[in-house]
């Protein structure tokens, strides 16, 4: 590869075709270029946050719009998350130094009875990919489970996921658990898994359900930024 | 030509499969979060209960409690070193059920989706997923099972592992996909992909096809897909019974026994040759697509048109497959 004539080297390009390049990049799943990528634009002067939102996050957006349209599936998406996770780790030190604004935390888990963790472990992979926090509590979360870690981690967003039809009320038990203990509006509560729908969404409580891990992407995004706009009107 | 389910193929036009297990079992108490397999030494006479559901309701097929029965999914029960017991005795007690019909009645011993991502997206190897189901394989393999059966798999990757377990068992195989993506499974392969990828193996499945994914309608959308391809392989059509719906605290599939008989009776004229259900498929259900099956003569091959009226609409308005142009994203140069 390296010694082909028309081979890319990322750091002759002008920042702007970097950037471009490194969206490519990621779309491609290309770990060690978009790794490369971030230590350019990061030893050219360019602020962590910048390269996270501008590099990483607006190529992963991209990604995530073509697997939302039935461009892209699974495996590619997975793939681009993997390399966006790389550029993440060398910029996530970096962020907590210099105090740059959170996208926001996310604390997700499989509900009590279920074992299925394939469609959570892509709703991480893609949130991370968008510059979200996520805390992983695996399968099998008890009610207590979903409110400590919130609690604990100071969570914007408790995501339930559940793949059987008998598992999916245990989303109810854990909302309504929240109700009584008064913080249900402290958090934005998405769910998800295959045999879930919008109307089931609103009939067990939560904000929103979200269909795939595009869309609970592009759901916690828009949930974030009311929330925001709310702390500025009040 | 010496297993049963060759025998029964070579005979029949059509043959009918099980229904649901899981749900079955969760009527019968199995507590969410528990390991059905678990059921299989601990309360032997439920699992021959729902095995003699599926046959006394005319099912010339069933397929073993065994479907989490892979190491990685029994390591979350800490029943990973119980692999080739339990999986001996989903197909012993399958066994004894089958042999008891006093008609051929196939035992497919049942191998679901590990649960994990394989590589390079995820951390499986093609190695390490050919052990575990070979290591299923065995046990259900001594445990008197006919065929094996592999089911609801997303990945090509682990559909290749799949068959070549069933290779190193020396075991005659049925496999089939889960598509509930926009008509994809979630991996993103189409009906037409997966006959590709079943024309390529060494170790060919004695048939291939669908079952789960969304609904009844979408699972004969993907079948119409398997069959415009022309495959050699007959074709399995094990779809849900309709669509859960969450009704006073309480999770039921709207899909009635006369709508799966319906279902079953448009599968066949979609070129299914074995027909059954999955989620949400009671006996009462089976009885029903029996009947239907039995009492309608062979019609012509349904439009999507003549599916979604009798069955109800899609979930996705295209299903990956035909000349639908993909938009591509332009890009700059491509890395060497």
Redesign the interface.
């Known amino acids: ?1 390296a010694d ?1 004539e ?3 080297i990322l750091s002759e390009l002008e920042t702007e075709d970097l950037v ?2 490194m969206h ?2 990621l ?2 799943g ?1 770990k060690e ?1 978009i790794e490369e990528g971030v230590n350019i634009l990061l030893e050219r002067g360019w602020a962590p946050y910048k390269v996270l939102t501008e590099a990483l996050v607006a190529g992963m957006t ?1 990604v995530g719009n ?1 697997f939302r ?3 892209l ?4 998406v ?2 681009a998350a ?1 390399a966006m996770k790389a550029g993440m780790a060398i910029l996530k030190p970096l962020l907590a130094e210099t105090g740059a604004p959170r996208m926001g935390k996310m604390v997700i888990g499989t509900v ?8 959570k ?1 892509l709703v991480s992979m893609m949130m991370e990919g968008a510059g979200f926090e996520v805390v992983d509590l695996g ?2 979360n008890p009610v207590e489970n979903y409110i400590e870690a919130a609690k604990k981690e100071e969570a914007d967003i408790v995501g339930m996921s559940a793949l ?7 989303m ?1 038990v854990v909302i309504d658990t929240m109700v009584e203990q008064g913080i249900r509006d402290e958090y934005i509560v998405l769910v998800g898994g ?2 879930l ?1 919008e ?2 969404g609103r ?2 409580g939560a904000d929103a359900y979200c269909r ?1 891990a595009a869309v609970a992407v592009e759901t916690a995004k828009d949930f974030i930024a009311r929330k925001h706009n709310q702390v500025a009107a009040g | 030509m010496t297993d049963a389910l060759s025998r029964l193929l070579a005979d029949r036009d059509w043959l009918m499969a099980d229904g649901a297990t899981g749900t079955t079992l969760f009527n019968m108490g199995l507590q969410s979060g528990d390991a059905p397999e678990l059921w299989n030494t601990d309360h032997p006479d439920r699992i021959r209960t729902l095995y003699r559901g599926a046959v006394d309701a005319g099912s010339d097929i069933f397929l073993t409690n065994s479907f989490g029965g892979t190491a990685a999914r029994l390591k979350l029960h800490d029943a990973q070193s119980r692999v080739g017991e339990l999986n001996r005795s989903a197909a012993e007690l399958g066994r004894e059920v089958a042999d008891a019909a006093g008609r051929p009645v196939v035992v497919a011993g049942s191998m679901g989706p590990t649960g994990e991502i394989m590589a390079p997206m995820g951390p499986l190897t093609h190695e390490t997923a050919v052990e575990m189901f070979h290591e299923q394989a065995e046990g259900l393999k001594e445990g008197g099972a006919d065929v094996l059966w592999v089911e609801t798999i997303s990945a090509p990757e682990e559909y290749r592992a799949a068959a070549e377990a069933a290779r190193l068992a020396q075991m005659p195989w049925v496999g089939t996909m889960s598509f509930d993506t926009a008509g994809r499974t979630m991996m993103g392969v189409t009906s037409s992909d997966m006959v590709t990828l079943v024309g390529k193996l060494d170790h060919k499945p004695l048939a291939f096809g669908a079952n789960c994914g969304v609904g009844a309608s979408d699972l004969l959308r993907t079948v119409l897909g398997f069959s415009a391809m022309g495959p050699e392989i007959p074709v399995v059509a094990k779809g849900n019974a309709g669509i859960p719906k969450y009704v006073d605290g309480h999770i039921h599939y709207d899909g009635t026994p006369e709508l799966m008989g319906q279902y079953a009776v448009l599968a066949r004229d979609s070129g299914a040759k074995i027909i059954g259900g999955c989620c949400g498929t009671t006996p009462e259900h089976l009885r029903s697509m029996r009947a239907a099956l039995e009492s309608t003569p062979h019609g012509p091959r349904p439009t999507l048109e003549q599916i979604a009226e009798q069955l109800g609409g899609f979930s996705s308005a295209s299903d990956g497959t035909g000349d639908a142009p993909v938009a591509q994203r332009p890009r700059r140069r491509r890395r060497g």
């Open positions: 590869m082909e028309d081979d890319i471009l390049q490519d990049d779309y491609d290309l270029e991209i073509d349209d039935g461009i599936f699974v495996p590619e997975l793939l993997n009590k009875g279920d074992i299925h963790d394939i469609g472990n399968i099998n059987l039809t008998t598992t999916m009320p245990y109810k295959a045999p729908n109307e089931f009939a067990i795939d």
